[in-house]
């Protein structure tokens, strides 16, 4: 399995299978990773954080070239050139995702992680939530490797938000994905979905009032030269799973797999350090740049948006899921 916890074991793993094998891995061309974010985003970091070690590990046999900033396009398109063996990894976020496997939805379940402990302790605490969604990604074309912690959410865009009654009506770009489509309008929103690639014109045009995403995001994406007001209600703390095409993960002879799943236990160690680093500092980051950021109680929105899981159950993928969001929410 991909979704290793320990860094050791799987380093102990590399080392005896290369040594089992004479150091022989799969040969072939260079693989590909296509990125829609930025170098210094933290998903990027950790993303060539993964690259970097998969070339040690494989003594350079596995190399990847990194297509940062949307050059392969945006998370849908290149998760679907995953699915077709076309690019071999991407770090995808969880709600364009759900728009080839429903089930991602899961992560976008509003204020189903506490914290940043909550959230870790589900995804590293135990391999429930990895070997659930290898069993799905596998049956669309596509091998799990892991999930990245990308962040908390917020609302950012043309004006001060202080509670909810600063929302209603208000238009607001969301991510492709029903479960947040539903969220915001729970709120009282205008929900539109839009891809990542689009919401810089759609702010600085005003197509929208606001954007949902991660304040990491707003500040290195530049959206701070459109949008002045950030409100952190921290809807959702982002999940992005890290991908592989299940055919290039099927070429691999065994060195090779427990070199990727090396790789992605470094990776994974790294990001979660990372991500509790930047929250340190983020903000005042984002402060400098002009923007005020206000911080309204969670409570009405939290309780404005409870019907939304009901309406994940009623379908198909969230009956089956069901169970990892009790999962989920049992974690103390």
């Known amino acids: 399995m991909v979704s290793i916890r320990s860094q050791g074991f799987a380093a102990l793993c590399v080392a005896a299978l290369l040594a089992g094998s004479g150091g022989a ?10 990125n829609v974010n930025p170098p210094k985003h933290g998903t990027s970091v950790a993303s060539q954080q993964f690259i970097d070690k998969l070339a040690e590990l494989s003594g350079g046999k596995l190399k990847v070239t990194h297509h940062h900033s949307g050059a392969l396009g945006g998370e849908r398109e290149v998760a679907q050139q995953v699915q077709l063996g076309a690019v071999e990894f991407a770090p995808v976020t969880t709600a364009p995702l759900s728009t080839l496997v429903p089930e991602a939805s899961v992560f976008q379940l509003p204020y189903i992680f506490r914290d940043y402990d909550h959230m870790f302790k589900a995804l590293d605490g135990s391999d429930t939530l990895a070997k659930y969604y290898e069993g799905v990604l596998d049956k669309k074309g596509l ?7 990308a962040g908390y959410r917020g609302i950012y865009g043309h004006g001060a938000i202080n509670g909810l009654a600063d929302v209603k009506g208000k238009k607001v770009r969301v991510q492709e994905d029903k479960i947040l489509v ?42 701070y030269d459109m949008a002045k007001h950030v409100a952190d209600v921290r809807h959702t703390h982002q999940a992005v799973a890290l991908i592989m095409a299940k055919a290039a993960w099927a070429k691999q002879d065994a060195a090779g797999q427990a070199a990727i799943a090396g790789a992605w236990a470094h990776a994974r160690q790294f990001n979660r350090a990372f991500i509790l680093d930047e929250d340190k500092s983020i903000q005042d980051l984002v402060r400098a740049k002009g923007v005020s950021i206000t911080k309204p109680d969670a409570t009405p929105f939290r309780q404005a948006t409870q019907g939304v899981y009901e309406e994940f159950y009623a379908t198909p993928a969230g009956k089956d899921a069901r169970r990892m969001v009790d999962f989920i929410l049992a974690i103390k």
């Open 25 to 34: 891995l799969a040969q072939g061309k260079d693989m590909s990773m296509g």
């Open 143 to 149: 091998r799990l490797v892991g999930f990245i912690a």
């Open 182 to 223: 539903a969220t915001f309008k729970a709120l009282g929103m205008i929900s539109t979905p839009i891809a990542f690639p689009e919401v810089a014109t759609a702010l600085q045009t005003k197509v929208i009032d606001f954007a949902e995403g991660g304040i990491n995001t707003f500040y290195h994406n530049k959206f």
